[in-house]
């Protein structure tokens, strides 16, 4: 498709266990972006990658978080030993470059409950 | 550190009136670029807008109109003969100029738009 693709729309899962989100960015664009929302806190950066260079990391909340961007294109968002507090809807978005005047555009996003 | 705030929570108003939602931002960058993005009930976030901090010329998309004043560091959005589409949660978002950095987005809290008949 033309947009940025996510999956699955929707995951729930038991507290303690790991899971894996997925983002398929537009084709072309070079820069990757996953971002958080949740009632508490708003929208919260994680992490941006660009290209071949290294991730910041930045906005991850702890080291339960770790996000992977293999051949310069997908990637997977995962969070191990899931918590309450992780629940919220998780965002990728895509960039042309990496340049900060390039609209990032968004994903429908992975709604994630943790019971 | 950079910080949006959007002080209107929500907002309601009927079909045709107009709205303006408001956007005030903090940053001690002296170039900046700041967004607007359209948040319907369906969830994906939809990019109306991108202004850059040395172009302070007012825009006009058919009905919808930004005004961009840096002196009061605010970028504020008006809708024009509001309609039932344009319900949504509108966000107003701030990125400063790489420095070596990711050019992540800082978000305000979001203004919920709610238009009735």
């Known amino acids: 498709g033309a947009g940025v693709s996510q999956s699955p729309s929707n995951k729930v899962t038991e507290k303690g266990k790991d899971v894996e989100l997925r983002c398929d960015p537009i084709s072309g664009h070079t820069a990757l972006y996953w971002y958080r929302q949740s009632l508490g806190q708003g929208l919260e950066f994680l992490i941006y990658?660009?290209?071949?260079?290294?991730?910041?990391k930045s906005g991850l909340p702890s080291d339960r978080f770790s996000a992977e961007r293999t051949g310069g294109s997908v990637s997977t968002l995962t969070i191990q030993r899931t918590q309450q507090e992780d629940s919220a809807v998780y965002l990728c978005a895509s960039s042309f470059s990496r340049d900060s005047n390039q609209p990032q555009h968004f994903g429908d996003g992975t709604r994630l409950s943790i019971l | 550190a950079q910080k949006v705030t959007q002080a209107q929570t929500e907002i309601s108003v009927v079909e045709k009136e107009d709205v303006t939602l408001d956007c005030v931002y903090e940053?001690?960058?002296?170039?900046?670029?700041l967004f607007w993005y359209k948040q319907p009930p369906s969830g994906e976030l939809v990019f109306l807008i991108r202004?850059?901090?040395?172009?302070?010329q007012n825009e006009i998309s058919g009905r919808y109109s930004w005004n961009f004043q840096k002196s009061t560091s605010s970028f504020n959005f008006t809708i024009t003969a509001s309609q039932v589409v344009d319900s949504a949660v509108y966000f107003c978002a701030l990125s400063e100029r790489n420095t070596g950095t990711a050019s992540k987005l800082t978000f305000g809290t979001g203004t919920r738009l709610q238009v009735t008949l």
């Open positions: 940053t001690r960058d002296t170039t900046y670029y």
């Open positions: 990658f660009q290209g071949n260079s290294a991730p910041d």
């Open positions: 202004r850059n901090s040395f172009d302070e």
